[in-house]
């Protein structure tokens, strides 16, 4: 029962021993399910979510909804970078929370990456 949710829990778990953020470097986490893909920069030292972007997000429903996943994945990642820049932040560690860093994981990467944002 379950057991690639629970592969995907300990390398999560892995993965966070290793990536926190802080404020000068906040962490940038992904998550992704079967539809949508969701990005948010947390700030660890005090607990606070800085921004927040998703397929679902006022601005990127209409584009990200004709787009494929992919590339609707790299809107978001833009879109993270975006908010950020706004905020005085251009360098961030990446939290693949466990995905495997290919596919739509890496678009919403590259996509960051392209505006600006430094892993």
């Known amino acids: 029962m379950g057991s690639a949710l629970q592969g ?10 290793n990536v926190s953020g802080t404020t000068e470097r906040p962490r940038l986490t992904v998550f992704r399910s079967l539809k949508h893909i969701y990005a948010q ?8 979510t ?5 397929t679902l997000s006022k601005d990127l429903k209409g584009p990200a909804d004709e787009a494929a996943k992919k590339d609707a994945a790299t809107l978001v990642g833009k879109a993270i970078a ?5 905020k ?3 360098k961030v560690v990446f939290d ?6 290919h596919g739509r994981i890496k678009a919403l990467a590259d996509g960051a990456r392209e505006a600006g944002l430094e892993f």
């Open 8 to 17: 995907r829990e300990r390398r999560k778990l892995r993965i966070r021993s």
């Open 41 to 48: 920069v947390i700030d660890d030292t005090e607990g606070k």
């Open 50 to 54: 800085l921004a927040h972007v998703s």
């Open 82 to 86: 975006a908010q950020l820049k706004a």
């Open 88 to 90: 005085g932040i251009t």
């Open 96 to 101: 693949r929370n466990g995905y495997m860093y």
